[in-house]
């Protein structure tokens, strides 16, 4: 799987609690949840108060929960990763490249989300 990635915005966010690199955070810093809004991919772990890197817009690499085709639109799971958009939540990417199932990382394109 590739750890390429291209930014086109990439902001600071002070995390609100522990944060897992390569998954999806929350506007509010946190680790995004199931189904949930999230502004971007955090590049880096780290703990409340921590200054992180988040990108937010282009691509990123991210770590998968699920087998994911390519192509394929992702939502968020219960801890922060990428698994296949079906019928419901926030539609957070496009993946551009495929995992066999959890634990991979691929990279995905960044929409604009809301449930």
Known sequence: ???N???TLTLTVVATGVIVADRFITPTGAQ????ANALGVSRF???SGDKLTVDVMGTAVLETGAAITLGQTVKVDATGRAIPW???????GIALEAASGAGQFIEVFLIPNAV
């Open 1 to 3: 799987m590739s750890r």
């Open 5 to 7: 990635h291209t930014p």
């Open 32 to 35: 995004a949840g199931a189904d």
């Open 45 to 47: 772990a780290g703990v």
């Open 86 to 92: 079906v019928t419901a939540g926030a539609r957070v």
